[in-house]
């Protein structure tokens, strides 16, 4: 019994004691064509009999060398004790390609042990020339001088995707990378443009250590500078421009004299300035596909919705809140709209939107907290709350619903303002009600910027317009004129027309054609009247030639006897037989009336 | 005499009557219609629209207005098929052109103000000085070429009237004639006024919309300046100026800020 015990006591002692061995072989990932690297086999116990496994293709150049560290350490009366054996080798990469080293073995405690393979891949040209040196994997440690930037040094946006959705979301990097050390990276680095998309920064840790990367067929130190997740806002190529980057460069500076405290002082460093400028990203967004359902959100990615109520059971009055969460990837940070239809009965006050994204800019949630008070009693069925996005993998529009809601509102205390809120509530329910009118007939179409103002044909019209104004004034002036010219004209030759016809009669009586002789007469006196007077023969009557002689002040004596000498000639040219004067006296009667009449008016 | 004075009458309104059939032979001229040329495409727009083929309805309407010829019905019609299809800064856009055409236009304002409500900012409107929105709202009456018509027919008139008042011997006709081409050189006055004021408002008109979905406006014309504020699709804005790509633009509320060019798109 008491032996049993022991063993048992002495095999979980051992147990105890006997920790898990590690050992871990580590190498660089990438090395370049007769670069020199460490090949480190880490233990943390001591073991017996280590073997290194075949270098095969790597030229073995030193090694092992052996290290040990321990480290003991009390923590609350706790003592943790831990050791480290480490065996180190050098290597050479002869020829490129990918190379496995194996595990290497060793005996603990009596068993075979061995390390993890080392996966190796070896770039550049198989002679290739100078071996750079490579302790540690810190750009910090010596490099040779500095040739010349652009395939020493260079920076890149690097992205995870070069084409993507409107709104879909890009991981972009700004990576530094280099052959040479750097000493310093310009503080005043303000980063790519970034415009057409919606960028979200990402904090990542400052530069400190540079890590190999292999770029084609080389080998570089890369860093990453910033990171940003942008969301691109508009369909098409979109352009990202150049930027550019001043970093550092530590130079070795060759002194033309070798004095032997030079030699002692080792070489001195400057710093020089080198510009970088990156080359320009396109992008390729795509537009979302055109059967965009009713309520797209504009949410691109992929998405979850859940939707709760506080209470199914309230009074008239009291408020409700929902609560609707959307977790998922995407632009989760631009989602704003969420689709529902609360009943007209209930007064919805505007959504709180809280959200939380997280690092990475692109994954998170946004709740929706939706108060709503219900005005009147009842069961109101609430539809489901739903939330349309696109999901870039699947190419498709995915509607997301809630469950839909029961509300069951009984009557509460103040319902004064019921009356009030029900006309509201009517209005607000003819409008839901109603879409956008529709549209109209086109019939008639005007040509873009044709205004009738600026026309030519519309200034000269104006023109003509005044033209033909001024034409028929100055036409009416002349015809003016000319009728007061006819009128004086007429006037001056009254006298002289009105002699002439009395000499006419005169022979007329000669030849003693009577009413011949008095027609004439007749017209002598009508006619001289008519033209003196300017009055036109067929408005001429008895009243209208006597009214116009008195205007012009001829005594009413003459006018009197004027008048007698014309009937009396007017009778007895349709009577001759009745006839009482003698027409000889008639004639002269009549010779002295007009010379007197004549005399009048040129007195006056 | 009597006549001549006849003749002279007569004469002249043969003249007038000649000169007022060459005018509106002449504006019957100027206001030739092409809605012709286009008639079958807008049929077709009319029924792809009614079978709610929205987006080729507009390629039809959109080749009209990029032929150069337009009327507030077919922004209208075409404001209306992106509505349908949810695009709401391009339905605004073009109902904001519709607008310019035909201010008046309850139809136009309705959709537009319904447009309105999915646009997710809410900018308080500073109100325009309120005389300065009374005459507008009178100006915008007529469309600038019915003011100019206007303008010719007060013109022509005015002349007549001043011909009769020259002319007539009456004193009577003379002392209405007076007067009443005063006025009609008023009328013409102010229409040709007005004409030129309602072509300014269209001609001038210097906002756009905002076409992406979300824009950073910034305190300077560069990639480095400010953020100052951040306004999204749909929403008006008025251009103030522009420098190379960038454009300096004010919100109805007042606040300045610059964006670039291709975040927008003028009315």
């Known amino acids: ?604 | 005499m009597k006549s001549s004075l006849e003749n002279m009458m007569s004469r002249r309104i043969k003249a007038v009557i000649a000169f007022f059939s060459l005018n509106i032979v002449l504006l019957g001229a100027l206001c030739a219609n092409p809605q012709n040329r286009f008639g079958a495409f807008l049929k077709e727009a009319e029924t792809l629209y009614a079978n709610e083929k929205f987006q080729n309805a507009i390629d039809r309407y959109q080749h009209v207005a990029d032929s150069g010829f337009h009327s507030s019905e077919l922004y209208y019609n075409i404001g209306n098929a992106y509505f349908k299809l949810g695009d709401i800064s391009r339905s605004i856009l073009n109902y904001e052109r519709a607008l310019l055409l035909a201010p008046t236009d309850g139809d136009i304002l309705f959709n537009l103000e319904k447009s309105r409500t999915y646009v997710v900012d809410n900018i308080e409107v500073i109100p325009e000085f309120f005389i300065k929105s009374w005459l507008r709202k009178t100006i915008v009456i007529f469309n600038s070429n019915a003011w100019a018509v206007t303008a010719l027919m007060a013109f022509l008139f005015a002349t007549l009237f001043l011909l009769v008042f020259f002319i007539a011997r009456k004193v009577v006709v003379k002392k209405v004639m007076l007067p009443v081409s005063i006025i009609a050189l008023l009328v013409f006055l102010f229409s040709i006024i007005f004409s030129s004021r309602t072509k300014g408002y269209v001609e001038d008109s210097n906002y756009a919309i905002i076409m992406q979905s979300t824009v950073t406006v910034k305190s300077s014309p560069d990639n480095g300046g400010v953020d100052v504020f951040i306004i999204h699709e749909g929403t008006k804005v008025n251009v103030l100026r522009s420098l190379a790509d960038w454009h300096e633009i004010k919100l109805a509320d007042g606040k300045q800020g610059w964006l670039s060019a291709e975040e927008i798109e003028k009315i």
Not at chain 1, 53 to 67: E, L, N, T, V
Not at chain 1, 76 to 89: A, E, L, M, P
Not at chain 1, 360 to 369: A, I, L, N, Q
Not at chain 1, 485 to 494: D, G
Request: proline share 4%; net charge positive.
């Open chain 1, 1 to 604: 019994m008491k032996l049993v015990n022991t063993i048992f006591v002495l095999l979980i002692v051992s147990l105890a004691s006997a920790q898990t061995l590690q050992f871990k072989a580590e190498g660089p990932r990438y090395v370049k064509v007769g670069e020199r690297f460490q090949l480190q086999y880490t233990l943390n116990a001591s073991v017996d009999e280590f073997e290194p496994p075949s270098f095969g293709d790597f030229d073995f150049i030193d090694g092992p060398m052996r290290g040990s560290s321990s480290n003991i350490s009390i923590i609350n009366g706790k003592t943790t004790r831990s050791q480290n054996y480490t065996f180190t080798y050098i290597l050479g990469a002869k020829t490129a390609g990918n190379f496995k080293i194996g595990p290497a073995k060793a005996v603990y405690k009596k068993n075979n042990v061995s390390s993890n393979s080392v996966n190796i891949e070896v770039v550049g040209n198989s002679n290739a020339n100078q071996g750079q040196q490579s302790g540690t994997e810190s750009a910090k440690q010596g490099a040779p001088s500095v040739q010349g930037a652009g395939d020493q040094i260079f920076v890149r946006l690097v992205t995870d995707k070069k084409t993507c959705y409107v709104g879909e979301s890009i991981t972009a990097w700004v990576k530094i990378y280099t052959k040479v050390s750097l000493s310093d990276i310009d503080r005043n680095y303000k980063g790519p443009v970034f415009s057409g998309f919606y960028k979200q920064d990402i904090d990542i840790p400052p530069i400190t250590n540079l890590e190999r990367e292999k770029v084609g067929n080389d080998i570089y130190y890369s860093g990453t500078l910033q990171k940003v997740v942008l969301f691109p806002q508009k369909s098409g190529d979109i352009r990202i421009e150049p930027f550019d980057l001043t970093v550092y460069v530590q130079k070795q500076v060759k002194r033309r004299s070798r004095s032997p405290l030079d030699d002692f002082f080792g070489s001195s460093y400057t710093t020089e300035a080198v510009k970088l400028k990156s080359k320009p990203v396109t992008i390729k967004a795509k537009a979302l596909p055109g059967n965009k359902p009713n309520g797209f959100s504009g949410a691109v990615g992929k998405f979850t919705l859940s939707g709760s109520l506080n209470s199914n059971k309230v009074k008239t009055n009291d408020a409700v809140s929902f609560k609707l969460s959307i977790k998922g990837t995407g632009n989760i940070k631009l989602v704003e709209q969420l689709n529902y239809n609360l009943p007209s009965t209930m007064q919805v006050y505007d959504p709180v939107i809280k959200s939380n994204i997280d690092k990475s800019g692109k994954r998170g949630s946004k709740t929706f907290e939706i108060t709503a008070i219900p005005r009147h009693p009842g069961t109101i069925e609430i539809d489901p709350f739903s939330f349309v996005y696109f999901d870039p993998s699947a190419k498709k529009y995915k509607t997301l619903k809630t469950q839909a809601f029961k509300l069951e509102v009984e009557r509460g205390e103040s319902d004064s303002n019921s009356v009030v809120i029900s006309n509201l509530s009517k209005e607000q329910v003819e409008l839901l009600a109603s879409d956008i009118r529709y549209i109209k007939p086109v019939e008639k179409l005007s040509k873009k910027g044709d205004y009738l103002i600026d026309k030519l044909m519309y200034k000269l019209s104006y023109l003509l317009i005044s033209m033909l104004f001024i034409a028929l004034l100055v036409f009416n002036r002349e015809q003016i004129k000319r009728n007061a010219n006819v009128i004086k004209t007429k006037n001056k030759k009254a006298s002289k027309q009105a002699m002439k016809r009395l000499k006419r009669s005169k022979e007329l009586l000669g030849q003693n054609k009577l009413d011949l002789f008095y027609e004439e007469l007749s017209k002598a006196l009508w006619g001289y009247i008519s033209d003196k007077l300017n009055i036109p023969q067929s408005s001429l009557s008895t009243d209208s030639a006597k009214e116009a002689l008195n205007s012009h002040e001829i005594s009413n004596e003459l006018v009197d006897e004027l008048f007698n000498t014309i009937s009396h000639a007017e009778f007895a040219r349709y009577a001759p037989g009745a006839a009482d004067k003698d027409p000889n006296q008639v004639y002269d009667n009549a010779l002295h009336l007009l010379m007197g009449i004549e005399n009048s008016f040129k007195q006056v």
